[in-house]
């Protein structure tokens, strides 16, 4: 099992995931159509190609998911109760079909959950860039985590 425990993180650890991802056509096709996105800068060349971006927008969703995806091994993999939300998800840059993305992520918070003796809350803030060093995406993300076992 590759995730921690909530008694092994603390305030400041920091992680840069080995895992990284080129975006592929077919994943933001197949991402835009199985969630029912039908925006055309993510599917139609030419609406892409007249916008201010010039080429197809990877859809944001899909760079979202890929962030968490990509910290998920290293951080809550096999510890996980639950994931409690997102907060202040951006997303500063584009992403574009080529682009090849990475992730990193730093522990702002930790603490004791109130319901649960044998859980705690960590919050991650995961940050997601490209080949460029550009942040293309980030977020908070509050998991609730399984305590070592005795």
């Not at 890929?66 to 096999?78: A, Q």
């Not at 649960?116 to 940050?127: D, L, N, S, Y």
Request: with cysteine; proline share 5%; aromatic share 6%.
């Amino acid at each position: 099992m590759a995730g921690r425990y909530f008694d092994e993180w603390v305030v400041g650890d920091r992680l840069v995931h080995d895992i990284r991802r080129t975006v592929t056509e077919t994943d933001n096709l197949l991402f835009s159509t199985m969630t029912h996105n039908p925006q055309p800068l993510h599917l139609d060349i030419e609406a892409a190609k007249a916008s201010e971006f010039g080429q197809i927008l990877v859809n944001s969703t899909f760079t979202f998911s890929l962030m968490i995806g990509l910290s998920v091994g290293d951080t809550t993999l096999g510890t996980l109760v639950a994931n409690l939300g997102y907060d202040k998800v951006v997303m500063p840059n584009p992403v574009f079909i080529g682009d090849t993305l990475r992730a990193e992520t730093e522990v702002v918070a930790c603490k004791d959950s109130k319901s649960r003796p044998t859980a705690g809350i960590v919050t991650f803030q995961h940050v997601l860039r490209n080949q460029r060093h550009e942040i293309v995406c980030q977020c908070l993300r509050p998991a609730l985590l399984h305590r070592k076992p005795a």
